[in-house]
């Protein structure tokens, strides 16, 4: 069965620094991946998503993620970040039913980003 | 505009009682997904459904029932059998294979 994990339950970063939230997959089969970003009481914003093609994904908000299938990665990154990135961040992934998947899409149990000013 | 609508935002439940959650999508999406949400704990998901009349349990349906009787709306029963069922539950819908599109959510806290 999928699984998702991530890394970090907490990560504190100082406004304007680099920021990388990490995320391992677990499938042998073809996968679709995405990151979530979720505000306090507030549902899920999709950021950016791999399906196929480019490794390198760009999303919105300056984020980017790149697919690294020989480490079975998907980790998110940002250059600069600002106060109003403080959110979670949720990795998750699903296999396409066109590839025997079940199309349930998984999710790790998030990362809570803190920027600090 | 198009999107996905939960209500109430925020529902209080006595134990014992069964409760319904409302979740509405004029998105023309086939599929709909019910997640339930504790802190630390991620994304779990429920039941789900690809089509009209038809759904599946998730990974946590003890508890819980749904139905599908509309394309648009996929309500979630919160019945006296779940043990534990304050939590934030997030709907989502999508076209197979893509994105998700989730609600607002909708906190449950049973008193």
């Known amino acids: 069965a999928q699984s998702v994990t991530q890394l970090d339950s907490q990560v504190p970063v100082f406004e304007e620094a680099p920021v990388e939230l990490r995320c391992n997959y677990s499938s042998s089969v073809s996968v679709y991946l995405f990151w979530y970003v979720q505000y306090p009481n507030q549902g899920l914003q999709l950021l950016l998503k791999?399906?196929?093609?480019?490794?390198l994904v760009k999303g919105i908000n300056g984020f980017e993620a790149e697919f690294n299938k020989s480490q079975t990665s998907f980790h998110l990154r940002k250059p600069s970040v600002h106060i109003s990135d403080t959110a979670e961040y949720f990795c998750a992934a699903t296999s396409p039913l066109t590839q025997g998947g079940s199309e349930k899409l998984v999710f790790g149990k998030g990362t809570k980003l803190t920027v600090n000013p | 505009d198009g999107g996905i609508t939960q209500s109430p935002k925020y529902l209080f439940r006595k134990e014992g009682q069964n409760v319904t959650l409302s979740c509405e999508q004029n998105?023309?999406?086939?599929?709909m997904y019910w997640y339930r949400q504790d802190p630390g704990q991620g994304l779990r998901l429920i039941y789900y459904s690809q089509i009209v009349n038809d759904f599946q349990k998730g990974d946590i349906a003890e508890g819980y029932s749904v139905s599908r009787e509309k394309k648009e709306s996929f309500p979630l029963t919160v019945t006296s059998a779940q043990k534990n069922p304050t939590a934030f539950y997030l709907c989502?819908?999508?076209?197979?294979?893509?994105?998700?599109?989730f609600g607002p959510g909708t906190r449950l806290t049973v008193l």
């Open positions: 791999y399906l196929s093609g480019s490794t």
């Open positions: 989502a819908s999508s076209v197979l294979a893509a994105r998700k599109f």
């Open positions: 998105l023309n999406h086939d599929a």
